[in-house]
């Protein structure tokens, strides 16, 4: 039971640290809090059964960053949405020269 715990703490917090990198925002709090929660119970399981806690304690360093790095992100940096005038220009522009071709088109029927 330890050994799963901490397996899961293990990828959780990853999955923490790999979503609080990319720009998913708060997401990340998801994994980072189930990382801490599991790593926990691992703890108090290991306590108990007076095992070494050294990758516990590594989890909870890698849960510790990943929820650093998911405040700072959230903080400090803005996701503005550019707008691309020139890429609008240039559809407007390929649609206006469809339209003349389509115009010039002569049917004959």
């Known amino acids: 039971m330890r050994l799963v715990l901490i397996i899961l703490a293990l990828l959780a917090a990853l999955a923490g640290v790999a ?8 997401l990340a709090l998801i994994p980072i809090i189930l990382a801490f ?5 691992a703890f108090q399981i290991s306590k108990k059964a007076e ?8 989890i909870f360093l890698v849960t510790i960053v990943a929820l650093g ?4 992100r959230t903080i400090f940096d803005e996701n503005e949405v550019a707008v691309d005038t020139e890429a609008i220009q ?7 020269d469809a339209k003349k071709e389509l115009e010039d088109i002569n049917i004959d029927e």
Do not use: A
């Open 69 to 72: 790095l998911t405040i700072y």
């Open 51 to 58: 095992q070494p806690t050294g990758l516990i304690k590594l």
């Open 19 to 26: 979503l609080s990198i990319l720009p998913f925002g708060s």
């Open 37 to 41: 929660v599991l790593g926990l119970i």
């Open 90 to 96: 240039k559809d407007e522009d390929r649609i206006e």
